[in-house]
């Protein structure tokens, strides 16, 4: 008897024989089949899923931002190890500073606040009554400068009646205010939250009046802000319990070694933020804030004027500075940047500048106007004399022109490199997943990785 298995969702096959009537059974399996062992001789290649068999390696090191320790965390099952990363970076988070001093709060509008004017909701007396005046944007508020755009936070507070029983929360950049509905309190204390999707940045977070307006008092404590999900309540007195996780190493998985770094925290790319882990299509991604970018070592690039780039991005707003869509740059040890030394324009923008922007574009080009921040795999062929750029498959131009050879050199990611130095002005905002580049053209095996790739992420 012959029984064969095939695991279609993780590429392998497992054969179980039997022979004789002894009931001896053999277990073979077969390695595992996975992007890089059809599509070998990749020059680099960093993702958050595994990419080839033989890799024995992390995914990534990260640092938290509770204590500054770093780990390495690697994977499961061929998927990033998200259980270690969110054990080991922490869950629970308080974006507010001072969650029960609000002294520490700013009035407007001729609100007031008296402390410890009656017993909290664990049996101390820490619970301040905040008094509303007559304006219906009289109010308490924090001035919190951390919050990011298109995330969505959960802002919370116990409060109870007193002399009226309404109030509302307000997030606010000083022009743009975000409310939420009125709220009615009861003479318990409970705790009230609401959801504020795609806030303005660098928020003021607020409790006010009710937008009827009218004086009176309500009672507070334990204010709390999180992101994404409302979370258990976690006392600050003066620091912010933000439980981060940066990125300060996205290992290789090509075989090369040419991990990219980044030691100094100012610019590291975050993973986790506020103790939630970031997704996009339900995969953990690198997200690149302001000033971040990873780049391997000087000497890891010496030659290259043929190559491949498929990245799988995806821009966090429309604009971004200098209209600049994102980066993936090879910097080489003096003078400008490789890449094209003349370019065409390609719909509104160019694939490449001359100095080497590989997603570049004035006009938002590779991605193309108005579609700048959808899920985006860009594939970049350079070839010797030309370069063709996709978006999701589909080709969106051609550059031409004379292409130079690298001597030494950098892959910068997620920044621009120009002259042999780095500019984070131009930081590149928003997620990578997955950024494989070969020294040799892939045209003939370009749909095939795409579709690898494609079939993972649920792109297009």
Not at 88 to 102: A, K, R
Not at 256 to 262: F, T
Not at 363 to 388: D, E, K
Request: hydrophobic fraction near 35%; charge should be neutral.
């Amino acid at each position: 008897m012959a029984i064969r298995i095939i695991n279609n969702n993780y590429g392998g096959r497992v054969s179980i024989s039997s022979r004789g009537l002894g009931g001896r059974f053999q277990y073979a399996a077969d390695p595992v089949r996975l992007l890089l062992n059809d599509y070998p001789g990749a020059a680099a290649a960093y993702s958050l899923r595994k990419l080839n068999n033989a890799y024995a390696g992390s995914a990534v090191r990260v640092r938290r931002s509770s204590d500054n320790t770093e780990q390495d965390i690697g994977f499961v099952l061929g998927q990033l190890d998200t259980t270690s990363l969110s054990t080991f970076v922490g869950t629970q988070n308080n974006l507010i500073p001072y969650s029960e001093d609000f002294t520490q709060w700013s009035l407007f509008n001729s609100a007031t606040v008296n402390t410890n004017a009656t017993t909290d909701p664990i049996g101390g007396n820490t619970a301040d009554r905040l008094n509303f005046a007559t304006s219906a944007l009289s109010q308490i508020f924090y001035p919190q400068s951390t919050l990011t755009n298109s995330v969505t936070y959960v802002i919370s507070v116990y409060a109870k009646s007193d002399t009226k029983s309404k109030f509302r929360f307000k997030v606010s950049d000083g022009t743009t205010e975000v409310f939420s509905p009125d709220i009615t309190t009861t003479s318990s204390w409970v705790r009230y939250d609401y959801t504020i999707s795609s806030a303005p940045i660098s928020n003021n977070v607020a409790i006010v009046n009710e937008s009827a307006g009218g004086a009176g008092a309500i009672f507070i404590w334990g204010a709390q802000l999180n992101i994404r999900t409302l979370q258990t309540y976690t006392q600050t007195i003066g620091t912010a319990k933000n439980n981060d996780g940066f990125v300060t190493k996205w290992y290789d998985q090509s075989g090369n070694v040419r991990d990219a770094i980044q030691a100094t925290t100012a610019n590291q790319p975050r993973i986790i933020y506020g103790g939630s882990i970031t997704y996009i299509n339900g995969k953990p991604t690198v997200e690149n804030i302001a000033n971040s970018y990873l780049a391997t070592t000087q000497t890891a690039f010496t030659t290259l004027q043929t190559h491949s780039d498929f990245i799988v991005t995806k821009a966090l707003t429309q604009t971004q500075p200098n209209d600049y869509v994102g980066y993936l740059v090879f910097g080489p040890l003096s003078g400008n940047d490789f890449d094209s030394t003349s370019a065409t324009t390609i719909n509104t923008g160019q694939i490449s500048t001359g100095k080497n922007l590989m997603l570049q574009g004035s006009g938002y080009s590779i991605i193309g106007s108005g579609l700048i921040t959808l899920h985006r795999l860009i594939t970049h062929i350079i070839n010797a004399q030309s370069g063709q750029a996709y978006s999701n498959n589909v080709s969106v131009g051609t550059s031409t022109g004379t292409f130079s050879t690298m001597n030494g050199g950098s892959l910068y990611i997620g920044v621009r490199y120009v002259s042999g130095l780095v500019n984070t002005s131009y930081s590149y905002l928003g997620f990578f997943q997955e950024i494989i580049t070969y020294n040799t053209n892939q045209t003939s095996n370009r749909t095939a990785i795409e579709s690898n790739i494609n079939s993972y992420y649920s792109i297009y």
